[in-house]
């Protein structure tokens, strides 16, 4: 019913929101770096992956139905929000890292508030997390 959505803007890249026949669009989020929305939950939370504005940083974010906004990863690096668990209890992502002087990436699995991350991957291969079925 709702569509998530990125644009441009004079000072960098906010969400959106619109009805799924393109009308009603209003702002959910404009803040410091660049936003880009995952995927929604069930309870109408909102995963979504902040670039930072002056630095190659990467972060999963959450918006939560009453607009609060959450921070679920930390560290050095790049971390991009790819799904929610069907139950909505757990988070797919990926975290980019080097290796070799290469950067690869790894899935990963965390609680939706950000703990017991876990790494998926575990070897040398580039994989990207994009959805839980």
Same mark, same amino acid.
């Given at each position: 019913?709702?569509?998530?959505?990125?644009?441009?803007?004079?000072?960098?890249?906010?969400?959106?929101?619109?009805?799924?026949?393109?009308?009603?669009?209003?702002?959910?989020?404009?803040a410091?770096?660049?936003d880009?929305?995952?995927?929604?939950?069930?309870?109408?939370?909102?995963?979504?992956?902040?670039?930072?504005?002056?630095?190659?940083?990467? *972060? +999963? &974010? %959450?918006?939560?139905? #009453? $607009? =609060?906004?959450? @921070?679920l990863?930390?560290?050095?690096?790049?971390?991009?929000? /790819?799904?929610?668990?069907?139950?909505?209890?757990?988070?797919?992502?990926?975290?980019?890292?080097?290796?070799?002087?290469?950067?690869?990436? *790894? +899935? &990963? %699995?965390?609680?939706? #508030? $950000? =703990?017991?991350? @876990?790494?998926?991957?575990?070897?040398?291969?580039?994989?990207? /997390?994009?959805?839980?079925?």
């Amino acid at each position: 019913r709702t569509i998530a959505f990125s644009r441009r803007g004079p000072n960098g890249v906010d969400m959106f929101a619109m009805r799924a026949d393109g009308t009603g669009v209003r702002p959910l989020l404009r803040a410091p770096g660049d936003d880009f929305p995952a995927a929604w939950a069930r309870d109408g939370r909102l995963l979504f992956t902040r670039l930072a504005a002056d630095r190659p940083q990467a *972060d +999963v &974010f %959450v918006r939560r139905g #009453d $607009g =609060r906004v959450v @921070r679920l990863t930390h560290g050095k690096g790049l971390r991009f929000a /790819a799904d929610w668990s069907p139950d909505g209890t757990r988070i797919l992502y990926t975290r980019v890292v080097t290796r070799s002087s290469a950067e690869n990436g *790894d +899935v &990963f %699995v965390m609680d939706d #508030d $950000g =703990r017991n991350p @876990r790494n998926l991957s575990r070897n040398r291969w580039d994989e990207n /997390a994009t959805s839980w079925r």
